[in-house]
T-cell receptor
Framework: DTGVSQDPRHKITKRGQNVTFRCDPI?????LYWYRQTLGQGPEFLTY????????KSRLLSDRFSAERPKGSFSTLEIQRTEQGDSAMYLC??????????FGPGTRLTVT | KQEVTQIPAALSVPEGENLVLNCSFT??????LQWFRQDPGKGLTSLLL?????REQTSGRLNASLDKSSGRSTLYIAASQPGDSATYLC????????????FGDGTTLTVKP
């Protein structure tokens, strides 16, 4: 068990470009969560999966955002046509049903 | 809509002092509450999880309590050390055990040597 990993750790992109982030959860965890965090704020929920099913999406997740978890393993979060307001830390977490959430190190996105 | 508040936003104490961090939430229909610490620019590290049926949890120098009816949780840190300096966040999960957790904005703790 190596914990939750995220890739890349940092991403700088120009406005209008698409970006994709990857999260690898703890292997036996059936739940996977995505959050977004800006400076000085707590994480805001974006979406979560139970196995491969996406069960809830926040209204923060506009149509430019899409997340997948094929085969209930790793997950990807894609942002299309990035905007400066998308600059944030994107955090992934995983858990067993009803148990503690364990977070990855995050992906820092900067949109210039 | 669940709202989570952590007061104060920042706290500075001398090394060795015992301290309490506060977390309040507006909807008492929760499944569990989890405390985390976050170092600058890093992810969140889980400290303690309290299920809605529990009153407290302890881990080393940390003790977390939960009063669901009043919508409050506290994190007690005994004999604080400079290495405890970080931002402490609490998160509540609704009693549907849905995936969505609502976080407070955290308390930034500085322990001075």
């Amino acid at each position: 068990d190596t914990g939750v990993s995220q890739d890349p750790r940092h991403k700088i992109t120009k406005r209008g470009q698409n970006v994709t982030f990857r999260c690898d959860p703890i292997s036996e965890h059936n739940r996977l969560y995505w959050y977004r965090q800006t400076l000085g704020q707590g994480p805001e929920f974006l979406t979560y999966f139970q196995n491969e099913a996406q069960l809830e999406k926040s209204r923060l997740l506009s149509d430019r955002f899409s997340a997948e978890r094929p085969k209930g393993s790793f997950s990807t979060l894609e942002i299309q046509r990035t905007e400066q307001g998308d600059s944030a830390m994107y955090l992934c977490a995983s858990s067993e049903l009803g148990r503690e959430q364990y977070f990855g190190p995050g992906t820092r996105l900067t949109v210039t | 809509k669940q709202e989570v508040t952590q007061i104060p936003a920042a706290l500075s104490v001398p090394e060795g002092e015992n301290l309490v961090l506060n977390c309040s939430f507006t909807d008492s229909a929760i499944y569990n509450l989890q405390w985390f610490r976050q170092d600058p620019g890093k992810g969140l590290t889980s400290l303690l999880l309290i299920q809605s049926s529990q009153r407290e949890q302890t881990s080393g120098r940390l003790n977390a309590s939960l009063d669901k009816s009043s919508g409050r949780s506290t994190l007690y840190i005994a004999a604080s050390q400079p290495g405890d300096s970080a931002t402490y966040l609490c998160a509540v999960r609704p009693n549907t055990n849905a995936g969505k957790s609502t976080f407070g904005d955290g308390t930034t703790l500085t322990v001075k040597p």
